[in-house]
C-alpha cells in the first residue's frame, strides 16, 4: 500500500482523475501527477512543499509532480474540487514547472477569465472521461493543455534556477526518498535520530524541517505508516493481531491497539468487521462536519473515539 508516495488506480493507463469532495483533510504525500486544487467553498490551510495558503473559496492551487502537499479543512462546509493529471499529458520530457507561486486567486482567475474556463475545463473532462468516444484523450489532452498554459501566464516560471533552488529541490528529493524508506522499512525500529542521519540534519533541525514540510511530528507520521500497513493486513491475512502487531513495528498489542484507535477511530478488532475497510484509504480522512458521504474507493468517515478498548482474544 503506497499511501504516502500515492500510486491512484486510474480506469485506464489514461491518467486524469476529477472528483470532488466535501470536509476533507488529507495527510502529507506525493505522486508524480500534477494535482490543481479548487476551492469550491469554504476554506482550508493548505501547504505545498515549504509554502502555506490560507486558501478561500474561487483560489486555485497547483500542486507539481513531486510536490509534497497537505491540507487541513478548517471550515464546516466546504467543498473541493481535485483534478490530477500526467505529466507526459503536457510533454513527454516534462520539466517541473518552477512557479514563482502555487496559489492563483480568485481575482487573479476572474481577471484572466479563466474561472469560467475551469468550469468549462472540469465538464468536459467529465463528459468525455465518461464517455470515452472516438479520439476522447486527444480532446482531454487539448483542453489541459490550454488551461494550463494559459494558466502558467499568471506566474511566470523563473528564468534561471538558483543555488538555493537546486539545494531545496534536492532537499525535497532526499526527503522522498526517506518517505519511501519509511514505508519499506515501517517494521524495523526506526528513531528520529536515524532519520535525521539519512537527511544529513541535526535531530532537532530535522524534527522542525519535517514538521514543516508533512504537517505532523516524525513519530505520528512513522506511526500512520505503520497502522496502514497493519490495517491492509488486518482485512487480507487471517494472522493473529499480535504477530500483525510486531511485524509493523510495535512492541506489543496494547501499544498497537492504543495507536490503532487513535489513528482509525477504530479498535482492531472493529476494523476488521467493517464493510468498507478494504477501501479505506488513510491519505484522506474527514474533517469534523459530516455532510454528504464519500466516493468507496477514496476518503473514508474518520471517527473520533476516545483511546479506551481492548483488542478481542479471537486472532490474539
Known amino acids: 500500500m503506497k499511501a504516502f508516495h500515492e500510486v491512484r488506480n486510474y480506469p485506464s493507463d489514461f491518467m486524469v482523475w476529477h472528483e470532488r469532495y466535501r470536509n476533507i483533510s488529507f495527510i502529507a504525500h506525493w505522486h508524480r ?143 522522498q526518498n526517506l518517505l519511501t524508506f519509511l514505508e519499506d522499512h515501517c517494521g524495523d525500529p526506526i528513531s528520529l535520530t536515524d532519520a535525521a542521519e539519512m537527511m544529513g540534519f541535526s535531530p532537532s533541525h530535522f524534527s522542525r524541517l519535517f514538521k514543516q514540510l508533512t504537517g505532523t511530528g516524525f513519530v505520528r507520521y512513522l506511526n500512520i505508516i505503520r497502522i496502514s500497513q497493519a490495517a491492509e493486513q488486518l482485512v487480507t491475512t487471517d494472522d493473529r493481531i499480535t504477530d500483525i502487531a510486531l511485524r509493523c513495528g510495535f512492541g506489543n498489542v496494547r501499544s498497537f491497539n492504543r495507536v490503532f484507535l487513535e489513528i482509525t477511530g477504530y479498535t482492531p478488532s472493529e476494523y476488521i468487521k467493517r464493510p468498507e475497510s478494504r477501501s479505506y484509504n488513510f491519505t484522506y480522512y474527514r474533517s469534523s462536519a459530516d455532510l454528504i458521504s464519500l466516493p468507496e474507493e477514496n476518503p473514508t468517515i474518520k471517527r473520533d473515539f476516545p483511546l479506551t478498548g481492548e483488542v478481542t482474544a479471537s486472532r490474539l
Not at 75 to 91: G, K, N, P, R, V
Not at 100 to 129: H, I, K, Q, T, Y
Not at 150 to 158: E, I, V
Open 33 to 175: 501527477e500534477i494535482e490543481l486544487i479548487y476551492v469550491r467553498s469554504g476554506t482550508a490551510q493548505i501547504h505545498v512543499t515549504d509554502a502555506s495558503f490560507n486558501a478561500q473559496a474561487g483560489d486555485l492551487i497547483v500542486c507539481d509532480s513531486g510536490d509534497i502537499h497537505f491540507c487541513d479543512a478548517h471550515s464546516e462546509d466546504s467543498c473541493f474540487d481535485f483534478l490530477l493529471f500526467d505529466t507526459a499529458i503536457l510533454s513527454s520530457h516534462y520539466q517541473y514547472s518552477a512557479l514563482e507561486g502555487r496559489l492563483f486567486s480568485r481575482a487573479l482567475l476572474e481577471d484572466a477569465a479563466l474561472l469560467p474556463e475551469w468550469e468549462r475545463l472540469l465538464g468536459v473532462l467529465d463528459a468525455e472521461l465518461a464517455g470515452r468516444g472516438a479520439h476522447y484523450q486527444e480532446v482531454v489532452k487539448s483542453e489541459l493543455r490550454s488551461f494550463w498554459y494559459r494558466l502558467l501566464r499568471l506566474s511566470p516560471s523563473q528564468s534561471a534556477v538558483s543555488v538555493m533552488q537546486n539545494r531545496r529541490r534536492d532537499m525535497l528529493a532526499d526527503l
